[in-house]
């Protein structure tokens, strides 16, 4: 007896050590949204104008080389060799508003990366919740199926006693075939659930505990993450288009190099170069940049407001779904209950010649319906708790 408790107890705590939870199936999701590479190209985004900004060189660096002589003109042993580099410098401004580009595309990662988790919270959520009710229905049919083989006995039995007829047994055998139907489509459907689920999660078995508890402390709309990427996509393009302004002209061009000339009569003469070019006037394509640029501006402020709207939109319906959730499933379990009693008493009726089979199989259709939607009262009441903390911006962990 003691090696039997022994036993039972190391397979309950080795269920409970390898039991999945959310947090170990996170990952796995995360890793399958095409959106975490954004994450890498915001990282890349952010170093290349941050080393741009360090930088007191605003472009590529031309080598200029440069021979004369006079060979084909007075042939007087005149040669000339120069040798330097061209490249522009930062215009005032265009260094600063590199910078604030770098800080937003640097932003825009971190805050990428609270989208991300919620977008895979949001994955995760869902497909746990369509694999449960899947589930669910799939379970009740087996059920229904193993009642109507029940019934279909205890009328075959009538009807061999002589007690009910042939027609009643001809109705049990076609509620037997709807109901083995059933449990053909509910497999199939939770089939598609659970390989779903297995194919982003890398797993079979639900997280346990599956329920989640509402989030005490609710984050205002300005901490939502997905409102938080929104305003870092808005400031990206605000320091892109201060860009644009402080590029309108074109940027000067230091040269820096050294000359070596000689002839028959003087020996060689070398010669330092500094050289600095200044543009004179306006790009006049820049008006043209500039109003483009604060066009992208007001589109990404039109999308941040637009997903504000929406934010409190999803707020206030999750609020409700949860609340009529709660209505509902006591509503569902007063219905089970009356449900439960009036099979009994319909059966009992049958059994005594009370009812037709007509009535029985109506009433056994409405009481597995009522106890199905009962369950399934019970599970979406918790679906709407995850649902409210996807609509709060709380991801799961």
Known sequence: MKTTLVFLSALTLSANVWAVTYSDLLPNVINQLPQKQELVDFQTLSNANQTAADSWIAGDVALNLKHENDSLTGNQGFESWEGGARFPVW?????????????????????????IQLMASKQLRQLVWQTKKAEVRLKFAHKDLKQTQILVEL??????????????????????????????????AYQVAQQNYAQWTQQTDLPSPLAETLASQTLSLEQHPNYQMMQAQVKAEQ??????????????????????????????????????????????????????????????????????????????????????????????????????????????????????????????????????????AKVTRLETIANLNQALGVSLK
């Open 91 to 115: 215009l005032p401004g265009q260094s600063g508003s590199r910078q604030q580009i770098g800080d937003a595309y640097q932003s825009l990662g971190q805050f990428g990366q609270q989208h």
């Open 155 to 188: 009328v075959s039995q009538k009807v061999d006693a002589g007690e009910s007829p042939k027609f009643d047994l001809l109705l049990a055998q076609k509620s037997l075939l709807k109901a083995q139907k059933n449990v053909a489509q509910k497999e199939a």
């Open 239 to 376: 320091a892109k288009l201060e860009l644009a302004k402080a590029s309108q002209r074109g940027n000067p061009t230091v040269y820096v190099g050294a000359k070596n000339e000689r002839d028959n009569q003087t020996a060689d003469n070398s010669i330092l170069i500094a050289e600095v070019s200044f543009p004179i006037g306006v790009d006049p394509t820049a008006p043209s940049r500039i109003a483009e640029q604060r066009q992208a501006v007001s589109q990404r402020q039109i999308a941040q407001n637009q997903a504000k709207q929406q934010l409190q939109l999803n707020l206030l319906q999750a609020k409700e779904a949860w609340i009529a959730a709660q209505k509902t499933a006591r509503l569902s379990e007063q219905q089970n209950t009356l449900s439960t009693e009036a099979m009994k008493l319909s059966e009992m009726a049958y059994r005594q010649g009370e009812t037709s089979i007509q009535n029985l199989l109506l009433m056994k259709q409405q009481y597995f319906e009522d106890k199905l939607n009962f369950k399934l």
